[in-house]
């Protein structure tokens, strides 16, 4: 029922999964994981934000891997909401946690909010990673 009503209010659209294009989005997820990494002493906020997108990214391969991709809609909201809908209570707080660093991230994109400290940037990573590893189980792409 939700890709339905996603469907309908324009958020996704139906398109044909692409093993290329899951792999692409689950290869640069795990680069931008790298690049997060390296960051963190250097610029936290960004670390963060990279984390952020890492998720993203992950979440994109587990939509095409379903058949759909997000509109410019409120893509990264969609994706959440997405992401939240097939990964189910089990990952209900990471959820949350995600949800958190999307406003923390457009905060920093928007507004040059500098305020993410070594542990949020860390825990950032730790919640991208679980989400890759997770996406990556589920459409069993290595």
Do not use: C
Not at 15 to 37: C, F, G, H, V, Y
Not at 40 to 57: C, L, M
């Amino acid at each position: 029922m939700i890709f339905e009503n996603m469907l309908k209010d324009q958020l996704i659209k139906k398109q044909s999964p692409d093993l290329e294009q899951i792999k692409s989005q689950l290869k640069r997820a795990r680069k931008d994981l790298l690049t997060a990494e390296a960051m963190v002493p250097i610029d936290q906020t960004w670390s963060y934000t990279i984390a952020y997108h890492a998720i993203i990214r992950a979440g994109r391969a587990l939509m095409f891997s379903h058949g759909y991709l997000p509109t410019t809609k409120n893509s990264h909201k969609t994706i959440m909401e997405f992401l939240g809908h097939i990964l189910g209570d089990e990952y209900h707080d990471i959820m949350l946690r995600f949800n958190r660093m999307r406003r923390k991230r457009h905060n920093f994109i928007y507004d040059s909010q500098n305020h993410t400290t070594v542990s949020e940037a860390k825990s950032a990573i730790k919640t991208a990673r679980d989400l890759i590893d997770k996406v990556t189980n589920l459409i069993s792409i290595k």
